[in-house]
Nanobody
Framework: QVQLVESGGGLVQPGGSLRLSCAAS????????MAWYRQAPGKQRNLVASITSGGSTNYANSVKGRFTISRDNAKNTVDLQMSSLKPEDTAVYYC????????WGQGTQVTVSS
């Protein structure tokens, strides 16, 4: 059974940086899109960034220029480098792999606060 495991969340001050990582355990193939979503309390889950197997990226307007998504196709991992963090970036961050099936991680909390 495939599981996605996120790591790297935590508490950071405004202006700080965090790096999130997501790795798949179990056999997983033909993942076309890897993505990060986030969900703040009382709000819907929204796309933060995505990257295709060919390396094409897409970012939410609110994070452009501050976040960078990257992936390792051989290892089936995806990272999200977050810089210049703002309090409004506070949310639970979920990784998502899309291919023949759709996989979700359990989420990792990111809190931006002084």
């Amino acid at each position: 059974q495939v599981q996605l495991v996120e790591s790297g969340g935590g508490l950071v001050q405004p202006g700080g940086s965090l790096r999130l990582s997501c790795a798949a355990s179990g056999s997983i193939f033909s993942i076309y899109v890897m993505a990060w979503y986030r969900q703040a309390p009382g709000k819907q889950r929204n796309l933060v960034a995505s990257i295709t197997s060919g390396g094409s990226t897409n970012y939410a307007n609110s994070v452009k220029g501050r976040f960078t998504i990257s992936r390792d196709n051989a290892k089936n991992t995806v990272d999200l480098q977050m810089s210049s963090l703002k309090p409004e970036d506070t949310a639970v961050y979920y990784c998502n792999f899309r291919g023949p099936a759709n996989y979700w991680g359990q989420g990792t909390q990111v809190t931006v606060s002084s």
